[in-house]
């Protein structure tokens, strides 16, 4: 049981280097609690289950909140401001290709790993940087910086494109401008 403990706890520090969201880090580091464990107590295979678990819930409930704080800090990153409004005029860069709503990228912002539309209506390659320009649940809408949406005179300096469904004064709380 030691073995299985192991590659599991392997497997997930492995996929936290891809995400870095910090809680497989955790989980990862009760597996492999639980693999010490089962080289001293191989049928003890509840006090195993518990190991693992105790490991994870404390890391994700009081090591991962400072460790978060630590490595948005030290990437540059910032809290945004309630999820819609502050992510919006934002930039990011592409992970992979970035298309239409079926084609869904993924784009890097604030040290994290987001779904990503291309708002332009055409795919973004990756390595590009981008602006979002809106939210929908956890899928942002980016569009290339220096490019304007079709048919306009384009924004005007450091001005963001707005999607199609958002115009000037039409304010989230309905007043305009």
Known sequence: MAVVWLVVGVVLLFAELRHLAFYLL???AGCLAAA???LAAPSAI???AAVAVAIAAVGVTAVR???SRAFH???GGQVARGVHGGLVGQEALTLDVVGS???RGHVRLGGERWL???GAGEPIAAGTPVVVTSVEGTTLTVWPTGTSLPGSSGPAAGELPLPPHEGPGDGADGSRT
């Open 36 to 38: 010490a464990v089962a």
């Open 116 to 118: 990503a539309v291309s």
């Open 65 to 67: 909140p400072a460790m």
């Open 46 to 48: 509840g006090a195993q």
């Open 101 to 103: 709503l079926h084609e």
């Open 73 to 75: 800090r030290h990437q």
């Open 26 to 28: 955790f989980v990862g």
